[in-house]
């Protein structure tokens, strides 16, 4: 009983994350301006990241939350180095 | 999943009821990002899945590991601080440029945005004197208006 709660509620929260990060890279390939695009793929970082610490909650396994870390790291340095593109034209000063 | 049938039942439903609502609200910043008209409104749409939804889903997977493990296990607390402290960061500096780039006349876009410099006083005097706008002298920000004498 308790194994079939926990497997519907992982199940449903993998189907859901999945949506979300569907919706989000529709937005990145729709997007009508750069930000837009940068948003839909900071969104997708987070939504894969947090669709790993689910998939790691149902397998039982710890090295599915350092690809998550890995995931977040990456997700934050490319979202801060896209802005500082659209902002200046260059990323470097 | 062997680990799954050594939790007790009523951690169980917490830690389903954490992730099912935590995936949900991720969902429903997935949909707003779609559905919403202005990027400005869109910015805002996927933090429920950046704060709500990373919050629960960490809670969730703290309880459960540390209960199958029979010892705390506090290492999804590095991601969630993590994502607190850098969320803003990102956001800020994405709105930021959005911003630069709405208000570039080059850029063909429509949005509307508001003007960089807030109204001269005797501009705002004349349109009926709010008293917001009387108080605060404007800041003489643009060289145009810095040699015009004070009212």
């Not at chain 2, 410099?117 to 060289?143: C, E, F, H």
Request: aromatic content about 8%.
């Amino acid at each position: 009983m308790t194994a079939e709660i926990l497997r519907f509620a992982l199940g449903y929260a993998q189907i859901a994350l999945i949506l979300a990060l569907a919706l989000a890279c529709w937005r990145m390939l729709l997007g009508p301006r750069a930000q837009d695009r940068v948003l839909g793929l900071d969104t997708m970082y987070i939504n894969a990241m947090l669709l790993f610490l689910v998939i790691g909650m149902g397998n039982g396994n710890v090295f599915f939350f350092e690809g998550a870390l890995v995931i977040a790291v990456l997700g934050f340095v490319t979202t801060v180095c896209a802005a500082k593109f659209l902002m200046r034209g260059e990323v470097i000063e | 999943m062997r680990h799954l049938e050594q939790l007790p039942p009523w951690a169980a439903i917490i830690v389903a009821l954490f992730v099912v609502i935590g995936a949900t609200l991720t969902l429903l910043g997935g949909v707003g990002l779609v559905r919403l008209k202005s990027f400005y409104q869109r910015l805002h749409a996927p933090t429920l899945g950046y704060s709500y939804g990373t919050l629960l889903i960490i809670l969730a997977s703290m309880l459960m590991f540390s209960l199958a493990e029979g010892r705390a296990v506090l290492h999804e607390l590095m991601v969630g601080i993590f994502i607190m402290l850098t969320t803003p960061i990102t956001l800020l500096m994405l709105g930021r440029a959005a911003l630069r780039r709405d208000r570039d006349r080059k850029l063909g876009h429509d949005e509307v945005v508001p003007p960089r410099n807030r109204p001269t006083p005797p501009a705002a005097a004349k349109d009926g004197g709010r008293d917001g706008a009387a108080k605060i002298p404007a800041p003489a920000a643009d060289g145009a208006g810095a040699g015009d004498p004070q009212p």
